[in-house]
Each structure stands twice: as structure tokens, then as C-alpha cells.
């Protein structure tokens, strides 16, 4: 899988000193992109909906994961968590029935 299969052109570029928190705020800005579009138009209804649903989002598909690694010992450096994340959600937004998901 190409890691500009995600964003239409490219993937999400990522300054080298990125911190944690930016790495998680990048991860769910991509979410917000691919999966709720149209929270980022001027629809109140989609809007109130990404902000209902991304605190749930961080924790279940951002940080569960790094905590799930974490307690088993594995270390990913930054780069490559983000990569890996970046990877299952291309899979995601590609074979899943995102349609059906409420």
C-alpha cells in the first residue's frame, strides 16, 4: 500500500520535531478529513457530530493502540506509529463500509 493511497495526492507531511501532542492532533485532523468531510463544511448537524465523537475517536483509535503496544513492551518510534496508523486507516477508508458505520 502506497502512503499516498491516504490523501488523495500525499500523505500528511510531519515536521521532524513533531511532539506527541501534534502527532495526535495531525492523526485526528486526517480522521476529520476522511471520515467526517462534512464537518469541515458549514453544516452544523456534522459539525456537532465530529465534536461529539473525537474525544471518543482519541482514545479508541489514537491512543488505544500506543497503550496497547506500551503495556507489552513494544516501542514504535513516533514516525512509525503514525505510519502504521496512517496505514490502517487507508485500509479502512478503502475496503471498509464506512457507509454503514453510525
Known amino acids: 500500500m502506497s502512503p499516498n493511497a491516504f490523501s488523495g ?3 500528511p507531511q510531519r515536521n521532524a520535531e513533531q511532539t506527541p501532542a501534534e502527532l495526535v492532533a495531525e492523526l485526528l485532523r486526517v480522521i476529520r478529513q476522511q ?3 462534512d464537518s469541515l463544511t458549514e453544516d452544523k448537524r456534522a459539525q456537532k457530530r465530529w465534536f461529539q465523537d473525537q474525544h471518543l475517536i482519541k482514545s479508541w483509535v489514537v491512543l488505544w493502540p500506543a ?3 506500551h503495556e507489552r513492551g ?3 518510534p513516533p ?3 503514525r505510519q502504521a496508523l496512517l496505514d490502517i486507516l487507508t485500509e479502512v ?3 471498509g463500509n464506512t ?3 453510525q
Request: charged residues 30%.
Open 67 to 69: 497503550g496497547w503496544l
Open 79 to 81: 514516525e512509525r506509529y
Open 74 to 76: 513494544v516501542w514504535l
Open 35 to 37: 471520515f467526517y468531510p
Open 93 to 95: 477508508k478503502q475496503r
Open 99 to 101: 457507509e454503514g458505520v
Open 9 to 11: 495526492s500525499r500523505a
